[in-house]
Nanobody
Framework: QVHLVESGGGLVQAGNSLRLSCAASGGPLTRRVMGWFRQAPGKEREFVAAISWGGGTTDYAESVKGRFTISRDNAQNTVYLQMNSLKPEDTAVYYC?????????????????WGQGTQVTVSS
């Protein structure tokens, strides 16, 4: 059983940056795709970014391409989301998630393990 804990959220002004971290415990992230999702009030949870086990494959939502970067440190069992040029519409609870295989997909239902989320609020 993989346990995921996000950190790094907070309140920032538009144009600034944040880096989210997701620490995994209860088992290695070996050959698991890791992803970040977000959910704004009144909206469905949506895909943000995902990364393969070796880091060679990444995928991003169109709305964050060029601004967000996903990375991982497998030795530390940690995944990161660097968020630059933040906009008010990026305000949401951000969730870390893990698959049980190494196929990168943007589909919420195909991720098996989820963290509790961290709030990101971007003021204008």
């Amino acid at each position: 059983q993989v346990h995921l804990v996000e950190s790094g959220g907070g309140l920032v002004q538009a144009g600034n940056s944040l880096r989210l971290s997701c620490a995994a415990s209860g088992g290695p992230l070996t050959r698991r795709v890791m992803g970040w999702f977000r959910q704004a009030p009144g909206k469905e949870r949506e895909f943000v970014a995902a990364i393969s086990w070796g880091g060679g494959t990444t995928d991003y939502a169109e709305s964050v391409k060029g601004r967000f970067t996903i990375s991982r440190d497998n030795a530390q069992n940690t995944v990161y989301l660097q968020m630059n040029s933040l906009k008010p519409e990026d305000t949401a609870v951000y969730y870390c998630a893990a698959r049980t295989n190494n196929i990168v997909v943007p589909t919420t239902a195909l991720y098996n393990y989820w963290g509790q989320g961290t709030q990101v609020t971007v003021s204008s």
